[in-house]
């Protein structure tokens, strides 16, 4: 018997897009352009003969067909997922998916990766880095690396690293424009801005006994190592997380500016699903995260 099946590309589209209910969120999702995301879409709704979105005041809208459809979609990708992830499991699969913010994937995890290669060359590792929260079971992912409080429903939170925020720019750029001797100083420098930063510049002002500042010129970034890129290409002072400009500090690449700096109330935590037992090699890679951030005595159980 002959399956008819639509292109499997084209579900994984519409699925996305009929979660987010948002062409541009269903690509970043998907590493494709808006565009691809609108073919597969449009490929599907030819297959089928029928509209499974419609336009409703400039939003996304399921139809009635759109809305069924998706529902079945949606199951029957996560039964293949979850078949899958227990084919993997019973033949004790090396391969295991981390799924974490980019900026943190860029500046922190990717620099340090061939570590936990050396030690573990069998053990494949999938970095899947997205801006928001993902599903373990529906996405796939074994381990998540999450910046918030550690309390997330169903999952068990380790501690990776407290969050310290400081002011920093290059060498060049302190050079040209220093000395930095005191919180004014930094009023008369280009300040560098990140869009979805928890604690911004007049936080920071505050803290250090300029009440009242809040600077808003210089240039902004959607993204934080956007923002840390500029700086370490002398374009301004950032406000920087000091788990993400740890190895610039190291290299010389960024200076510190000034000792005073804010204590973040989110920290960067490694989290898995609380379900019964860790896969070994999840284990592995979460037991080494926890060894190259000396918390490995620290955790948060959520069930």
């Known amino acids: 018997m002959t399956i008819d099946l639509p292109p499997l590309n084209a579900l994984r589209a519409f699925e996305c897009a009929a979660r987010h209910l948002n062409f541009t969120r269903a690509a970043e999702e ?9 073919h597969q879409v449009r490929n599907l709704e030819d297959y089928l003969g029928m509209k499974l979105f419609r336009r409703s005041h400039r939003q996304l809208v399921l139809t009635e067909d759109g809305q069924i459809f998706a529902t079945t979609v949606r199951e029957s ?23 974490l913010l980019p900026s943190f994937a860029s500046r922190w995890l990717v620099p340090r990766l061939w570590g936990f290669r050396d030690r573990y060359p069998d053990i494949e590792v999938r970095l899947s880095a997205f801006e928001w929260l993902v599903d373990f079971e529906r996405d796939g992912v074994d381990l998540a690396i999450r910046y918030g409080r550690g309390q997330w429903a169903g999952c068990e939170s380790r501690l990776l690293m407290r969050e310290r925020i400081f002011p920093v720019c290059s060498p060049d750029f302190l050079k040209r424009h220093g000395p930095v001797t005191n919180a004014r100083d930094l ?9 979805y930063a928890r604690q911004d510049w007049s936080q920071w002002f505050e803290m250090a006994g300029l009440s009242g500042v809040s600077p808003s010129l ?23 997380q000091e788990p993400l400009v740890q190895g610039e500090l190291a290299k010389g690449r960024l200076v510190r500016l000034l000792d005073e700096a804010i204590d973040g109330d989110y920290s960067y935590w490694a989290v898995t699903p609380a379900r019964g037992s860790l896969n070994p090699s999840v284990e592995r890679f979460r037991d080494w995260l926890l060894q190259e951030t000396n918390f490995a005595d620290e955790s948060m159980d959520n069930v």
Do not use: W
């Open 187 to 195: 009023l008369k420098l280009n300040l560098l801005h990140d869009d």
């Open 77 to 99: 990708l996560t039964q293949i997922s979850n078949a899958s992830r227990r084919l993997r499991a019973d033949r004790g699969s090396a391969c295991i998916t981390v799924s």
């Open 218 to 240: 210089g240039l902004r970034f959607s993204h934080t190592s956007l923002m840390l890129e500029s700086a370490e290409e002398g374009q301004g002072v950032a406000l920087a």
């Open 30 to 38: 998907l590493c494709v352009t808006q565009a691809a995301v609108s």
